[in-house]
């Protein structure tokens, strides 16, 4: 890599580690590209230089959650692919051991949960581009329709749904517990919500 590309590179940095500190702050509604600036110690033009605006900025932040977590996906189904039930339980419990200990995931989490209003009337794209992974929810709705085929989704559940109910389950433990890190321990009680989440969505195949 060239110095200046390098530079280059350090430089966005900067301007998103700026934004994830200033939106945990104040909030992505109250948060400007001045104030951005002035955190990161560069002018508006290298922010533009970097991103279209600030919805462009807040989706590239978001990577830092998606990445992750399209990881997690990808590197349980190459693993245990052939067993639906036992990939869902991987990635729930491994999704939530990142969240517990990947303190830049936490952070990119928070906002997410916690510093995106809905009020952007400025910025309507940053409330279409809030949603985590449209690949790892793709990767998971495929779990369940093998479920489906196995037997083992329940009855009253369409993969589609089940996949909902899984992603929405998680993401209220995720909400709750970064509104107080320090309120109970969420790695000490991971299995056990997992446990629950499973036996809601699965049931088991008797012969």
């Given at each position: 890599m060239s110095r200046r590309k390098a530079d280059a590179?350090?430089?966005r940095e900067t301007i998103l580690d700026a934004a994830e500190t200033t939106f945990l702050a104040q909030g992505v509604s109250r948060t400007t590209l001045a104030h951005i600036a002035q955190a990161a110690g560069v002018t508006r033009g290298a922010i533009y230089w970097h991103f279209e605006d600030k919805a462009a900025l807040f989706d590239a932040l978001l990577e830092r959650v998606r990445v992750p977590l399209d990881?997690?996906?990808d590197e349980v189904v190459a693993r245990l692919g052939s067993a639906p039930a036992d990939c869902l339980r991987e990635i729930a419990l491994r999704s939530l051991a990142a969240?517990?200990?990947?303190?830049?995931?936490q952070r990119a989490a928070t906002i997410v949960l916690h510093r995106c209003e809905k009020l952007e009337e400025e910025h309507p794209r940053i409330c279409m581009i809030t949603r985590?992974?449209?690949?790892?929810?793709?990767r998971v709705e495929q779990l369940?329709?093998?479920a489906q085929v196995a037997g083992?989704?329940?009855a009253d559940l369409t993969p589609a749904s089940a996949r909902r109910q899984f992603h929405g389950f998680l993401i209220g433990v995720c909400f709750d517990w970064l509104q107080d890190t320090q309120q109970h321990s969420l790695a000490d009680e991971s299995s056990g919500i997992v446990e629950?989440?499973?036996?809601?969505?699965?049931?088991e195949n008797k012969p």
């Open positions: 590179e350090r430089t990881e997690i996906v969240i517990s200990h990947d303190l830049p995931l985590l992974s449209e690949h790892a929810e793709a369940f329709e093998q083992t989704l329940r629950t989440l499973m036996r809601g969505l699965l049931v």
